[in-house]
């Protein structure tokens, strides 16, 4: 069956720019995750949803970053004047129910801030 | 932040070999997890182990949890060329969704 899936796969961005990144869950997937994963590190947990609710969102590292799930499946990740530090790979996951069992990841979308 | 941390953070051996990486951590948890990631399949969850449990098998994986110490260890046994990638930790506290990473073992399993 279909995986998490995410676009776009990779985007460059001149410093500045807005940018929005796309998770589609797998179908009927309660919660979904954003990590941010830097070059040679592990994921960093950013923001989780329940559905529609954004319940945790501390993660985000400053104010320029805001997601959204407005119907409780797919949501997007939206960054606004991105920097050179922003630069990484965004991780979308999701899960059967809010009981922080495994998570099942998209592929990722690598983002270039020049 | 990240709660686990690997050890060692790279891991060179001949296929068929057994390979073991560990894992450590800080507060306490609800469940640590073990996943893979290369480039071919991202990240993939490999085996859950809960706070209650010592110890978990899953084909040629085992996974060992040492609550009193905070840590946890992965074996993979006959390692494959395929079992190359970065393998992480990550650790799920009560009352909290997320999953907190560690920084990765890299394994390379050489033909």
């Known amino acids: 069956g279909a995986g998490v899936s995410q676009s776009p796969r990779y985007k460059v961005a001149k410093r500045g720019q807005d940018v929005a990144l796309r998770c589609d869950p797998i179908s009927g997937h309660v919660s979904l995750f954003w990590y941010q994963q830097a070059l040679g590190q592990g994921p960093e947990f950013l923001t989780y949803f329940q559905n529609e609710a954004q319940l945790d969102k501390s993660g985000l590292p400053s104010d320029r970053f805001f997601a959204e799930r407005p119907e409780g499946s797919v949501s997007t990740l939206k960054i606004q004047r991105t920097q050179q530090e922003d630069s990484a790979v965004y991780l979308c996951?999701?899960?059967?129910?809010?009981?922080?069992?495994?998570?099942?990841f998209g592929p990722g979308t690598r983002l270039t801030v020049l | 932040s990240q709660q686990g941390e690997e050890d060692p953070q790279a891991l060179s051996i001949q296929e068929g070999e057994n390979a073991t990486m560990n894992c450590s951590y800080k507060t306490s948890i609800n469940n640590l997890q073990w996943y893979r990631q290369n480039s071919g399949r991202g990240l993939v969850h490999l085996i859950l182990i809960r706070s209650n449990e010592r110890e978990k098998h899953s084909g040629r994986l085992r996974v060992t949890l040492d609550t009193s110490k905070k840590s946890s260890s992965l074996l993979i046994t006959a390692s494959r060329a395929a079992d190359t990638a970065s393998y992480f930790c990550?650790?799920?506290?009560?009352?909290?969704?997320?999953?907190?990473f560690g920084k990765g073992n890299q394994v390379v399993v050489i033909p």
């Open positions: 996951a999701s899960s059967l129910a809010e009981t922080g069992g495994e998570q099942f």
């Open positions: 990550a650790t799920r506290i009560y009352g909290n969704n997320r999953l907190a």
